[in-house]
């Protein structure tokens, strides 16, 4: 304190002019100081507002990043019920197919057997065949022996026996008989193996052409009655829930793929066809060909020879 009363008194024994002139570079190096604390707040701000930008920049980056792995997380569940529902397609598949071999094999061996049966009888006629032929010409050369005019109860005996002969021959020949057709290329039974005959045989439409619908779906769909496109562009989206529960399948997904959406364009389309395709074995560069020949519809189909 004492020593700021005398630099007071120092200041009050200097002029005016040095007064002002301390004034002055005070008042200066001041503003300098003002100036360069703004320069440096200035700079740090800039940093500050840089690493601002940088941070705001990385957090989009890891919004896209989480909407990117939340796209691929929905992609991969997608495709594991799609996988999932395949490997259950083709354990269906593999049941019904060795269920069908099973039963092909077995009648394979009923055939191998009656086939033997009917062999050994073959067997059997040919050589009562034989004896019958061998007493048919004994009985001849008998016949033939006796001249003419000496007919006699005995000849006349021996002719009844020839004829009793020939006709028991005739009725041991196999060659009027018609021999049963074994048929053991091709099992009497239908073996199915996706649709079944009597599903090909109506016409469905192909429901497969709507993504992520394969076989399995396709064929739940038709054990509920859902056969056309027409049928399912026909659907609420609140009765989603309710199909996608009777067959098994995520309603989520339905929406995702936008199988009513899909099911619409496919039914518009539908109609273009030249509706041939309902024929086992046309499909549609066959029916091109026909409509090229002039068969257009199935009543010119019926009619043409």
Do not use: C
């Not at 800039?46 to 990043?65: T, V």
């Not at 191998?112 to 007493?135: F, P």
């Not at 005959?197 to 399995?216: N, V």
Request: charged share 30%.
């Amino acid at each position: 304190m004492p020593l700021l009363q005398e630099f007071f008194d120092f200041l009050a024994t200097l002029p005016v002019e040095y007064l002002l002139l301390f004034a002055i570079s005070g008042l200066l190096l001041f503003t300098l100081g003002l100036l360069l604390g703004w320069l440096i707040q200035k700079r740090k701000t800039a940093q500050f507002r840089s690493r601002a930008r940088k941070k705001e920049a990385e957090r989009e980056a890891l919004q896209r990043k989480l909407a990117e792995a939340d796209e691929e997380q929905k992609k991969l569940a997608r495709e594991l019920i799609a996988s999932t529902t395949e490997k259950d397609d083709s354990l269906v598949q593999l049941r019904e197919t060795r269920g069908s071999l099973q039963n092909v094999q077995g009648e394979l061996e009923r055939q191998r057997a009656v086939n033997e049966q009917l062999n050994a009888t073959n067997q059997s006629y040919a050589t009562t065949i034989e004896d019958l032929n061998d007493q048919v010409i004994g009985l001849k050369t008998r016949n033939e022996q006796l001249l003419p005019g000496t007919r006699t109860e005995s000849t006349r005996s021996l002719e009844e026996r020839l004829l009793a002969l020939e006709t028991r021959l005739s009725r041991l020949d196999p060659e009027d008989e018609e021999e049963p057709v074994l048929d053991l290329g091709r099992p009497r039974h239908e073996v199915r193996i996706g649709e079944s005959f009597a599903e090909l045989r109506t016409h469905h439409d192909d429901l497969t052409r709507i993504r992520s619908i394969g076989p399995f779906n396709q064929r739940k769909l038709h054990e509920i009655g859902i056969t056309t496109f027409a049928q399912i562009a026909d659907w609420k989206d609140a009765e989603l829930e309710d199909y996608a529960a009777r067959i098994g399948y995520a309603a989520q997904l339905m929406r995702e793929e936008d199988w009513i959406g899909q099911a619409r364009k496919l039914a518009v389309a539908a109609p273009a066809s030249s509706g041939l395709q309902v024929v086992a074995g046309i499909d549609d560069q066959i029916a091109e060909v026909l409509k090229e020949a002039g068969i257009h519809d199935l009543q010119t189909l019926a009619a043409t020879p």
